[in-house]
């Protein structure tokens, strides 16, 4: 067993059989930039989340989870460290795009609207405000950058030229049905998935399989739809709480960035403990 990365977020371990271990920290990042501060428990949440969404979404595309149950794992993962925050999976070869669905108008998508009329390069109804419904969910996918480094919106040619018509044409439809049954689901829940990003591979056989993590508050926009009101920023169970704070504090997304305050941890950490339960009706 080797340890093979570790990335903003997660450490992944290669059990060298074809398995590995993915160990979901409490480090957070925004803007591409990992904070000098940890959201405690917050691992544990994101790995239980993942969790939840593989085994939901296992009918619509195969995924690459095989357990969480620390025990089924090699004894290094069973201490205090590693419990709870840990997930075995299938070793895939992961493919360069990460796939962004969006549903409702915010974030860098209405400062495109706002300035084009467009979301890259798709181009959307006159008269959008922000947190507007879209007609119909979007696929604008972006790169996968590397630690330091920002992911770039590419358009689905684009995705064509990388990896093939019908590997791209696969692509943008699995990550539409998933993003359309789960938000289904939370909409059920009182939450409205408002976008988020899923990353796949392929396994030895060339199938798609989902990966990586899947609609957790890192990497979605979760809002109450109870309160739910256009022209305005909605309440949110998510990492957007954190991104305001820190452009509320004119933080430049590139300096090491500024320590974060106690009740901002707090207020965060509470808002994904939050999203856990209302999405899965447990606690981390």
């Given at each position: 067993m080797k340890q093979l990365s570790s990335g903003k977020v997660r450490d992944i371990y290669d059990l060298e059989d074809g398995?590995?271990?993915?160990?979901?920290?409490?480090?957070?990042?925004?803007?591409?930039?990992?904070?000098n501060d940890t959201i405690p428990n917050k691992g544990i949440v994101l790995n239980k989340l993942s969790a939840f969404w593989f085994e939901f979404t296992?009918?619509?595309i195969p995924n690459h989870m095989i357990t969480i149950d620390n025990h089924q794992m090699p004894k290094k993962f069973l201490t205090k460290n590693f419990k709870g925050r840990s997930m075995m999976v299938k070793k895939l070869k992961m493919l360069p795009v990460e796939c962004i669905v969006r549903g409702y108008l915010t974030g860098s998508g209405l400062e495109s609207y706002n300035k084009t009329?467009?979301?890259?390069?798709?181009?959307?109804?006159?008269?959008l405000v922000e947190s507007s419904k879209l007609p119909e969910p979007i696929y604008t996918p972006t790169t996968k950058a590397d630690i330091g480094l920002h992911d770039e919106h590419i358009t689905f040619e684009d995705t064509v030229n990388m990896l093939g018509e019908e590997r791209a044409k696969e692509l943008k439809e699995k990550s539409i049905e998933l993003y359309t049954t789960c938000a289904d689901y939370a909409r059920e829940n009182g939450v409205i998935i408002a976008d988020t990003k899923f990353e796949f591979g392929v396994d030895e056989n060339d199938n798609l399989v989902l990966a990586d993590e899947v609609l957790t508050p890192d990497s979605s926009r979760f809002w109450d739809a109870v309160n739910y009101s256009p022209g305005q920023t909605q309440k949110s169970f998510d990492k957007q709480y954190l991104r305001d704070w820190l452009k509320g504090n004119n933080?430049?997304?590139?300096?090491?960035?500024?320590?974060?305050p106690t009740e901002i941890i707090k207020?965060?950490?509470?808002?994904?403990?939050?999203?856990?339960?209302?999405?899965?009706?447990?606690?981390?």
């Open positions: 398995r590995l271990v993915i160990v979901t920290s409490d480090r957070i990042s925004a803007f591409d930039v990992i904070m296992k009918d619509v009329g467009s979301v890259c390069g798709i181009k959307l109804p006159d008269g933080y430049d997304k590139v300096s090491p960035p500024p320590e974060l207020i965060t950490m509470a808002k994904y403990r939050t999203i856990l339960n209302i999405l899965t009706g447990t606690d981390w």
